[in-house]
């Protein structure tokens, strides 16, 4: 019986060679999701992520673990050449192919015109996690959530980098703006403090998109360890296999999900005003969406908790284009695990 660090040592071997010396070319057709729906060239349909799952049979998750290769659309065999044909076992363990369009990270933007007349769109107070954000010059995601440095008695915001920082474009002490610019905030309520630099090309790799912004003005009022509909967050928790989880992003509201995957190394395209480009990630989560909820552009920071204990498991980066699905990044520098 092969052990979860048997199955993550394997599957970081076989993702070196599948994506490891060249994952933008295994990804050159991620693009803005409306060239994506015009249909993709060959090269969309090799892997664009790597990761360890439950075994799928018959559409149904069994509990044997599995090597993932993640792939725009399946192939036969009998149309493919040796050299493009993917490994059904490595070391022997065995490996499951995914059909699954891969995520974008995209805030709202003007693809996603705000309603403003719902409360996480509006100028809330308290302010608190699950609604509208941005940077001064940017689009708009989602406040994952806020927490207190009691040393320092200051109160800091969580999101992701490329909302809060621009896309690497911010620099410290940038306004950072609640709502999001696309839902007419102009007032700012914090600063940009620090954030993780996305690198993109072909020979780099990210393990985070995460940001932090600081609550210079001691009259606006935040809710700590709070999500919209008075979610409280219990500390941190760690992505199970199978683990029903909730969110509340800027777009979709509440939703609910599964963790579906806990060790993914994706490729994720970020969509620029000149042309996408392409961020590899490592050790990321996958969830799926349930109980009919669809992630939404703008979404991007919002805070994922564990369904029953409110445990904060990471944060939505990046989302599928059917919003079916959506990455986390990990969140182990901002929330010890509670268990």
Known sequence: MHTLADIVLAKNEIRRKLLGHNPQAHCVAMSHPDVLSSGWPKEGRLVHAVGVGPKIVNGTATEELAIRFYVEKKIPESRLSRKERLHKTVENIPCDVIQSRPAVA?????????????????????????????????????????????????KIVLSNSHILSNLNQGKKGDKLLHPGRDDGGTAPFAALADYEYIRFGRHSHNVMDAAIGVVEDENIQCSANTIFGDIAVAGGGRAVFGGRVRSHGRTSGPGKGVISDVDLDPCVAYPTTDKPVMAFFLDQIRIEAVDGHKFGEGDSGSLIVTGETNQAVGLVFAVGIDGSFAYLTRLNLYFTDSE
Do not use: M, Y
């Open 106 to 154: 995209i805030a709202a933007g003007t693809r996603v015109p705000g309603n403003t007349t719902v409360p996480w769109r509006q100028r809330s107070t308290p302010v608190c996690g699950g609604c509208s954000v941005s940077h001064q010059d940017g689009p708009t995601g989602t406040i994952g959530c806020f927490f207190e440095l009691p040393a320092e008695k200051k």
